[in-house]
């Protein structure tokens, strides 16, 4: 097995697990967005300080500006996703926040003229289908569904363009580099965002701490730098395929954790979007490596 494609495999196994983290987690949204990217940042900064302070005392003022509004995305993405999960389902929430490969197909071939194989075209389309199946079945689910729907399929918008930052970057920094600036300024925007509405950030269960900290491990720090790792070497559209892996992933994860009983529409769009990732990665670009 190709060691991107092995990395690639543990981020989307990392990230499925952030839905459930942040059900179980007892705290506004955005205060569940703020410790997951301040903490992962405590965590990354002295590492990258450690291995690449030289490349971040050199790098160019237009690099550390793209950089930055890459986490502004990053931020943006975790506070519309996180809150959409307070008003519709898990499926639902991870189904529309992973809509995001048409967003970074476009934009891909328009900014970076990366073209599509029409294998890779056939993948996407077969696990979309998948996606709309399994949020089919829970579009009515939750406090208010259609709020819900918007606030991810606006996250999915946000997460397209932190990619895309993130592709361009990659080919010419290092990942500590670049996951230290787009965590920290993430983590800065949240933190901002928190304290200027007014929300506390302490006085909480020690669950909700335990799930706070997961969420800056596992997703954050090992799912999300998985996938900024993977950026070197793999155009953002396989990565954003790959990520839609995390409805299956979360759907079974809540089916375990939260005793939220899989739909059959559910399963057939999970065997749905397997098979697309299949045919999208199959002979690509990534196998190939």
């Not at 389902?89 to 476009?106: C, N, Q």
């Not at 949020?135 to 819900?148: E, I």
Request: aromatic share 10%; proline share 3%; with cysteine.
């Amino acid at each position: 097995m190709k060691r991107q494609y092995l990395v690639l495999t543990i981020g989307v196994i990392s990230v499925s697990f952030a839905a459930i983290f942040v059900r179980l987690a007892e705290a506004p949204p955005l205060v569940i967005a703020t410790y997951r990217l301040c903490l992962a940042s405590l965590i990354i900064i002295p590492v990258a300080w450690v291995y690449s302070s030289s490349e971040l005392r050199h790098l160019s003022r237009r690099t550390t500006m793209m950089a930055l509004l890459s986490g502004a995305f990053l931020a943006l993405h975790f506070g519309l996703w996180i809150a959409s999960l307070s008003y519709t389902s898990v499926a639902t929430s991870a189904m529309l926040v992973t809509t995001s490969p048409i967003f970074v197909a476009i934009a891909s071939y328009l900014l970076f003229q990366e073209k599509l194989s029409k294998q890779t075209i056939v993948g996407i389309v077969i696990s979309l289908i998948g996606s709309v199946l399994i949020g089919f079945g829970n579009w009515r689910l939750g406090t208010n569904p259609l709020f819900g729907g918007i606030l991810a399929f606006l996250g999915a918008l946000a997460v397209a363009g932190y990619l895309l930052i993130g592709r361009k970057l990659r080919r010419s920094i290092g990942f500590l580099s670049y996951a230290s600036l787009v965590y920290s300024s993430a983590a800065m925007l949240l933190l901002l965002s928190t304290l200027a509405f007014g929300y506390r950030l302490v006085g909480y269960s020690p669950t909700t701490y335990a799930m706070l900290a997961l969420l800056a491990v596992v997703p954050q720090l090992i799912g999300h730098s998985a996938f900024n790792w993977s950026l070197r070497f793999v155009p953002a559209t396989l990565i954003t395929i790959a990520i839609l892996g995390e409805p299956v992933g979360a759907t079974i994860l809540a089916f375990l954790i939260l005793k939220e009983i899989p739909t059959l529409s559910e399963i057939g769009g999970g065997i749905l979007i397997l098979v697309g990732i299949c045919v999208a990665f199959r002979k690509s670009e990534l196998l190939q490596r």
